[in-house]
């Protein structure tokens, strides 16, 4: 009897202890939630005032710019339902029936623009006031004022503005080295601040999507897209000129540009960064032009094919494609086929590094490149000239001949010459390449003109048949468009 009354006691007590742990781990298990949730909120919490404090902060040096630019166009002359540009009949209509006055158009365009001084100094793009005739800024207070251009640079597409306006809010510049893939940002606009009763300037959320993009020089005239920041905070048609800002209320880039099929908002979105522009800030409140330094070459990148070829370990450096007359590649020595291996000390990893350090580097500073020829390393001391408004691109032309490699060529002629618009003198025209050859492959299209073969020069068709005739394996074609291996199949 004692027994049972023991284990019943202790039966008893393990029923009440476990209750007792269970009940504290659900208990422990219930706070440990409530912390996790208290500690999300306090996160979000901190997360929403950052935002509204960059809205608030940076909103109030951010500004609205309308642009109104005149055009003047001629009516095009029809006559009997057709236009005619043969001259005798144009004098004889124009005599008869007088001139025909030409039309003014005018142009409203809208951009945005961020203080970077008190006394009233705006930056901005470009593109956002090129042309103008008329440029009028207005300030998140609603106040309006005439804008006159201090400096701009297309390459860049950055432009300085000035206000007659004192003591304004403005805008901290930070550090665009220091951004992280991931990192929020704050894109900032004031597109519509002319024709809103509230001014205030709109701001739109998202993280840095990708540093050092590149966007196609079609996109612009002469602008070099060569090192923007990517984000997927919305930019509008309009937001061109605003800030991209940091948490901390910093601009570290100056938006730019979207890439839409639609012209709407797609979830790409680029900027500028903020240390491009302080790199020429000062000249161009000055109002002076903008040197970027040049080479003279044109290059690309090393693919599988090249690494291989060239018997390289790594896909890095910058196939030497081309040597402008008298530029300073050319006075230093350095050749077609050439890898740029280092530029000034630094390691070259592709075209894009390339092309960015030099245009920054100072004009007429002396800085040694290094080039892997023959699989030889060789030194070179080049001064950086001035990259000249215009580069005419120097390369050379070409008629027909049978199938090689998958494609088929001809020497040069007026009717390829302008159905192809061909610059080049000498050299065959590649005007077939069957699908999935070795030419096709590589990259060859049509309208390509062969140059070079082997390092051999190709003036004609009958250099063309010469060499390929005997060649075995992979061969080097270098092309108006750059190098292309083609391998054998």
Same mark, same amino acid.
Not at 45 to 64: D, H, M, P, Q
Not at 128 to 143: E, F
């Given at each position: 009897?004692?027994?049972?009354?023991?284990?019943?006691?202790?039966?008893? $007590?393990?029923?009440?202890?476990?209750?007792?742990?269970?009940?504290?781990?659900?208990?422990?298990?219930?706070?440990?939630?409530?912390?996790?949730?208290?500690?999300?909120?306090? !996160?979000?919490?901190?997360?929403?005032?950052?935002?509204?404090?960059?809205?608030?902060?940076?909103?109030?040096?951010?500004?609205?710019?309308?642009?109104?630019?005149?055009?003047?166009?001629?009516?095009?002359?029809?006559?009997?339902?057709?236009?005619?540009?043969?001259?005798?009949?144009?004098?004889?209509?124009?005599?008869?029936?007088?001139?025909?006055?030409?039309?003014?158009?005018?142009?409203?365009?809208?951009?945005?623009?961020?203080?970077?001084?008190?006394?009233?100094?705006?930056? !901005?793009?470009?593109?956002?006031?090129?042309?103008?005739?008329?440029?009028?800024?207005?300030?998140?207070?609603?106040?309006?004022?005439?804008?006159?251009?201090?400096? #701009?640079?297309?390459?860049?597409?950055?432009?300085?503005?000035?206000?007659?306006?004192?003591?304004?809010?403005?805008?901290?510049?930070?550090?665009?080295?220091?951004?992280?893939?991931?990192?929020?940002?704050?894109?900032?606009?004031?597109?519509?601040?002319?024709?809103?009763?509230? !001014?205030?300037? !709109?701001?739109?959320?998202?993280? $840095?999507?990708?540093?050092?993009?590149?966007?196609?020089?079609?996109?612009?005239?002469?602008?070099?897209?060569?090192?923007?920041?990517?984000?997927?905070?919305?930019?509008?048609?309009?937001?061109?000129?605003?800030?991209?800002?940091?948490?901390? /209320?910093?601009?570290?880039?100056?938006?730019?540009?979207?890439?839409?099929?639609?012209? /709407?908002?797609?979830?790409?979105?680029?900027? $500028?960064?903020?240390?491009?522009? #302080?790199?020429?800030?000062?000249?161009?409140?000055?109002?002076?032009?903008?040197?970027?330094?040049?080479?003279?070459?044109?290059?690309?990148? $090393?693919?599988?094919?090249?690494?291989?070829?060239?018997?390289?370990?790594?896909?890095?450096?910058?196939?030497?494609?081309?040597?402008?007359?008298?530029?300073?590649?050319?006075?230093?020595?350095?050749?077609?086929?050439?890898?740029?291996?280092?530029?000034?000390?630094?390691?070259?990893?592709?075209?894009?590094?390339?092309?960015?350090?030099?245009?920054?580097?100072?004009?007429?500073?002396?800085?040694?490149?290094?080039?892997?020829?023959?699989?030889?390393?060789?030194?070179?001391?080049?001064?950086?000239?001035?990259?000249?408004?215009?580069?005419?691109?120097?390369?050379?032309?070409?008629?027909?001949?049978?199938?090689?490699?998958?494609?088929?060529?001809?020497?040069?002629?007026?009717?390829?010459?302008?159905?192809?618009?061909?610059?080049?003198?000498?050299?065959?025209?590649?005007?077939?390449?069957?699908?999935?050859?070795?030419?096709?492959?590589? /990259?060859?299209?049509?309208?390509?003109?062969?140059?070079?073969?082997?390092?051999?020069?190709?003036?004609?068709?009958?250099?063309?048949?010469?060499?390929?005739?005997?060649?075995?394996?992979?061969?080097?074609?270098?092309?108006?468009?750059?190098?292309?291996?083609?391998?054998?199949?």
């Amino acid at each position: 009897m004692r027994k049972r009354i023991f284990y019943l006691s202790l039966l008893t $007590i393990g029923l009440i202890v476990g209750i007792a742990v269970s009940t504290k781990l659900n208990l422990l298990s219930s706070l440990s939630a409530q912390s996790l949730n208290t500690e999300s909120l306090n !996160t979000a919490s901190s997360l929403e005032e950052a935002f509204i404090k960059v809205a608030n902060t940076v909103g109030k040096a951010v500004v609205s710019i309308s642009t109104e630019r005149t055009e003047k166009l001629g009516v095009k002359r029809f006559y009997f339902g057709f236009p005619f540009e043969d001259d005798f009949l144009r004098r004889f209509f124009d005599d008869f029936f007088g001139e025909f006055p030409e039309r003014e158009y005018k142009q409203i365009g809208l951009g945005s623009g961020v203080i970077i001084s008190s006394e009233g100094y705006i930056l !901005t793009n470009e593109h956002v006031i090129d042309g103008a005739d008329k440029i009028t800024v207005s300030l998140p207070d609603g106040r309006e004022f005439k804008a006159q251009i201090k400096g #701009k640079d297309p390459r860049s597409d950055l432009a300085v503005i000035k206000i007659d306006a004192s003591n304004l809010p403005v805008a901290t510049l930070g550090d665009s080295n220091n951004l992280k893939i991931g990192q929020w940002v704050v894109a900032v606009g004031n597109p519509f601040g002319f024709a809103l009763e509230n !001014t205030e300037p !709109t701001v739109t959320v998202g993280v $840095i999507s990708a540093l050092h993009r590149s966007l196609r020089r079609g996109l612009g005239r002469d602008r070099d897209y060569n090192d923007l920041i990517q984000t997927d905070a919305a930019i509008n048609p309009g937001n061109s000129g605003g800030p991209l800002v940091n948490l901390k /209320g910093e601009v570290v880039g100056i938006n730019v540009a979207i890439f839409s099929t639609t012209g /709407g908002y797609q979830g790409i979105g680029f900027a $500028i960064p903020i240390n491009t522009a #302080k790199r020429i800030l000062n000249r161009l409140i000055e109002g002076k032009k903008i040197l970027y330094g040049w080479l003279g070459v044109t290059v690309q990148d $090393i693919d599988e094919k090249m690494m291989k070829y060239f018997g390289l370990s790594e896909k890095k450096g910058a196939l030497v494609a081309g040597v402008l007359k008298d530029s300073p590649a050319q006075k230093a020595g350095i050749k077609e086929g050439d890898i740029i291996v280092k530029f000034d000390e630094t390691r070259i990893e592709n075209v894009r590094q390339l092309v960015d350090i030099v245009g920054k580097t100072e004009v007429g500073k002396k800085v040694k490149v290094v080039v892997l020829r023959d699989k030889k390393e060789i030194n070179f001391n080049v001064e950086i000239g001035q990259r000249p408004e215009e580069i005419e691109e120097q390369e050379e032309v070409r008629e027909k001949t049978n199938q090689w490699r998958g494609m088929e060529v001809e020497e040069i002629n007026p009717q390829l010459v302008r159905r192809f618009n061909l610059k080049e003198k000498t050299g065959v025209v590649v005007t077939y390449v069957e699908p999935g050859s070795c030419a096709d492959e590589a /990259g060859i299209m049509p309208g390509d003109v062969i140059l070079e073969i082997e390092r051999q020069p190709i003036k004609n068709l009958q250099d063309y048949e010469r060499i390929t005739r005997s060649l075995r394996g992979m061969a080097m074609v270098k092309t108006n468009r750059g190098f292309f291996i083609l391998e054998e199949k």
